[in-house]
């Protein structure tokens, strides 16, 4: 007997019904209230110029109302698809790159080539999503579109093109000083030209998406079951994220950068009952519109009660899709990964090799860096060699910057390490949990009120943000036992709300948008003596219990019933790796910044090198951020001497090239 078709929530079309009236409620009656019913609709279709009411509406609401509608829809399909294709409920539409790649295209041409600006911005933002959606495509195309390496392509394209624009912003932020706000995603329109633009190529993409529907349907099954019913699996996933890519890349060259709108609609439309893809695609469409929709009213509203500064739709779409993430804590299971869908980086998991050739070679590689580092320089003479009798003298310039960067980096990669392994989940790292964007905003909250407590006070402020979200993650995920898929989930939805803060300090620009830059950038040249002695003692306490986690860390892959049986207690266990990854993670965030990056990058260095147990690939992916960082802290120093860049986007280029190179050189083989 065939099982019955899932039919639909009874919930569902009431409650997106309900989330439309409330988004047309709110930005519509405002202008009821000022304007004739029959007045207001006319504006439309055509502006009284003799009624300033009716050219306001005309000319920028009406257009900015339609704005948010299209693109919110269109992104809320991306998202489901994009997640569909990779079977993973944290990726969205912004993890290919395109938002940094249009970003990075958009600086370059405007510090450089200035003429491809006055003949289209939105080509050249197009052409900039479109090269590095093309680069992810190219380093996993041999991999056979694998949804991990996808993942893992994309979010370190991200990171890479994300670190040169920061790097262009702190150079030469004078002439960039538009892009803040385009980062952070604007709305506001002047007239219908861009919706007129705009709509035929939303339309004829989305289109195209629900076309491939009935074929996106077998992924369901697994790779292998969708291939053995004649699914052509790579080309499937080809299309779809080329599709995904196109309709980012048209919105992006409009708006800017909309966040999380192509993560919470797909995670709201299976909150309310989606069951089937069919239902996920329209609800993901529906709810997409209606959120931006909402979002871009309440950044409005925000925007009249703020003395003239610009709230951006970003932010508001921020604060709207975290409390969205927290409702799905309540009901999502721990499905990750797709049926039949090996939980580790298909084709990318090298062979193990011994753990002592990679450790010797860090090592050496470690002291050559020490010796460069306090050696080897520029000077107000050029280039010359400090005699070792003499590196006491340098070691107040160069010193404690190189320790904390080495301590930082053996932090973050033992932090990363421990998430990874805890979530299940190759995307994971430290800031996904908060804990860095806790202290990240409490460095935000100092800039809006105005404080200026100096250097301890930072570092307190920056203690006191860490610890408030990590007790407020411990809260969010108890009722699941401290899951792994629900620590991620709670940990994005906190990030949201951290980021929502950052993009509206940034959006408004000028020095406090430098300084909050700059610092989130990593910067090693404000550390002391005592501040780097002191994280490095911390990391050493902290690495040395993390080793004797091994053990636990290698039981609890096989599962809460396994390990139970073999005596171990899985809720405790999980606020132990838990507390140990965030004091791993606010150490190093305390005193140099959110350096993201190496907590991502660092572990799947040390899988490139064929470390796959526990305790060897803690060891060396702590050597490998301690290296990484080391070398991004000279670079920084003397790339471009006297002047300095943050040593966090340092090490995003240099680790990005790594492991690109890793990730292109294995597809080959």
């Not at 999503?129 to 949804?147: D, E, I």
């Not at 890349?249 to 009952?273: E, K, M, N, Q, W």
């Not at 930082?408 to 908060?434: C, D, F, K, W, Y």
Request: aromatic share 6%.
């Amino acid at each position: 007997m065939l099982a019955a078709r899932p039919g639909v929530a009874p919930r569902l079309p009431l409650l997106v019904a309900l989330l439309w009236a409330l988004a047309l409620a709110t930005a519509i009656l405002p202008w009821l209230v000022k304007m004739d019913p029959a007045a207001f609709v006319q504006a439309f279709w055509q502006a009284d110029g003799d009624s300033y009411q009716q050219v306001l509406v005309h000319y920028s609401w009406a257009p900015r109302f339609a704005m948010a509608i299209l693109i919110g829809c269109g992104l809320g399909l991306a998202g489901a698809v994009l997640q569909q294709v990779l079977g993973n409920p944290l990726a969205s539409p912004t993890t290919l790159g395109v938002g940094a790649g249009a970003q990075l295209s958009l600086a370059v041409a405007t510090l450089y080539l200035p003429s491809a600006l006055a003949f289209s911005p939105d080509l050249v933002a197009v052409a900039g999503g479109l090269l590095a959606a093309g680069l992810v495509v190219a380093l996993t195309w041999r991999l056979g579109f694998s949804p991990v390496t996808v993942i893992l392509a994309g979010l370190v394209i991200s990171f890479f093109l994300g670190s040169l624009n920061a790097a262009f912003l702190l150079l030469h932020g004078e002439f960039l000083g538009n892009l803040f706000i385009w980062g952070a995603g604007s709305l506001v329109q002047n007239d219908w030209r861009v919706f007129a633009e705009l709509w035929p190529r939303v339309v004829i993409l989305a289109l195209a998406m629900v076309a491939l529907m009935r074929p996106l349907q077998l992924l369901q099954l697994g790779a292998q079951s969708a291939g053995s019913l004649g699914a052509k699996v790579g080309m499937l996933r080809l299309l779809a994220l080329l599709l995904v890519v196109l309709m980012t890349a048209s919105v992006v060259s409009r708006v800017g950068v909309i966040a999380f709108v192509g993560l919470a609609a797909p995670v709201l439309a299976r909150l309310l009952g989606a069951r089937t893809l069919a239902q996920k695609l329209l609800c993901s469409t529906l709810l997409g519109g209606g959120l931006l929709l909402l979002a871009d009213t309440f950044a409005q509203w925000a925007t009249s009660h703020t003395q003239g500064t610009l709230v951006p739709t970003g932010t508001a779409t921020a604060l709207i899709g975290g409390p969205i993430i927290l409702l799905a804590l309540r009901s999502l299971r721990n499905n990750r990964h797709m049926p039949n869908q090996d939980s580790g980086p298909a084709g990318f998991a090298p062979r193990r090799r011994a753990l002592t050739p990679p450790v010797v070679v860090i090592g050496l590689l470690l002291l050559l860096m020490i010796g460069l580092s306090m050696g080897w320089s520029p000077g107000l003479t050029g280039w010359g060699w400090t005699p070792v009798p003499d590196w006491d003298q340098a070691w107040d310039w160069r010193g404690p910057r190189l320790l904390a960067a080495m301590a930082a980096g053996v932090a973050l990669g033992l932090a990363g390490t421990i998430i990874q392994r805890l979530t299940g989940n190759v995307m994971a790292s430290p800031e996904i949990l908060g804990i860095s964007g806790g202290a990240a905003l409490a460095m935000v909250l100092l800039t809006l009120l105005g404080l200026s407590p100096g250097r301890p006070g930072q570092l307190l402020a920056g203690a006191a943000g860490g610890a408030a979200v990590l007790a407020l993650l411990l809260v969010l995920s108890r009722r699941h036992r401290f899951a792994g898929h629900q620590l991620l989930l709670g940990g994005v939805a906190l990030y949201v709300f951290v980021d929502a803060g950052l993009r509206l300090v940034l959006a408004g620009g000028g020095t406090d948008a430098v300084k909050l830059l700059t610092w989130m950038s990593g910067s090693t040249w404000l550390v002391t003596e005592t501040e780097a002695v002191s994280l490095a003692l911390l990391s050493l306490l902290l690495a040395a219990g993390t080793l004797l986690c091994s053990r636990v860390l290698t039981v609890m892959p096989l599962g809460e019933v396994p390990a139970t049986a073999l005596g171990l207690g899985i809720a405790r266990a999980r606020i132990l790796l838990l507390l140990l990854a965030a004091l791993l993670t606010a150490a190093a965030t305390m005193v140099i910044g959110p350096l993201s990056f190496v907590g991502l990058i660092a572990p799947h260095l040390a899988r490139v090198l064929g470390q796959q147990t526990v305790a060897r690939q803690l060891v060396v992916a702590a050597l490998a951020g301690a290296l990484l960082l080391a070398l991004a802290d000279y670079l920084a120093r003397v790339l471009m001497f006297p002047y300095q860049l943050p040593a966090g986007l340092l090490a995003a280029l240099v680790g990005g090239v790594y492991f690109l190179w890793g990730l292109s050189r294995h597809g080959r083989g």
